[in-house]
Nanobody, 127 residues
Framework: QVQLVESGGGLVQAGGSLRLSCAASGRTFSSYAVGWFRQHPGKEREFVAAISRSGGSTAYADSVKGRFTIDRDNAKNTVSLQMNSLKSEDTAVYYC????????????????????WGQGTQVTVSS
């Protein structure tokens, strides 16, 4: 299992941008598919975006499509989530998750698929 650590959260005004990073330990990170999830207070964790182990395939929740971009740098063991045009409803704790995969182009959108999770980073969007 890889160890995942998120960073980049903070307070931003509506319409602004933030870039979250997920740093992974371990030499096998390039064999992991990665996803971003978020949890609003009092609600269940929900899917945000996912990227395949190769970086060639991505998936987004409808609520963030066109505003968020996920990418990865396997040489640096990092996955990033660029968040633009932020809205108050994007306020949540954001988690990155990883799962080893034998498929280079498969993305995973279900929370239960992932075996490794970071501790989360708070994103607050003020209106």
């Amino acid at each position: 299992q890889v160890q995942l650590v998120e960073s980049g959260g903070g307070l931003v005004q509506a319409g602004g941008s933030l870039r979250l990073s997920c740093a992974a330990s371990g030499r096998t990170f390039s064999s992991y598919a990665v996803g971003w999830f978020r949890q609003h207070p009092g609600k269940e964790r929900e899917f945000v975006a996912a990227i395949s182990r190769s970086g060639g395939s991505t998936a987004y929740a409808d609520s963030v499509k066109g505003r968020f971009t996920i990418d990865r740098d396997n040489a640096k063991n990092t996955v990033s989530l660029q968040m633009n045009s932020l809205k108050s409803e994007d306020t949540a704790v954001y988690y990155c998750a990883g799962q080893g995969s034998m498929y280079t182009s498969t993305v995973y959108v279900r929370m239960g698929t992932y075996g490794s999770w970071g501790q989360g980073t708070q994103v607050t969007v003020s209106s």
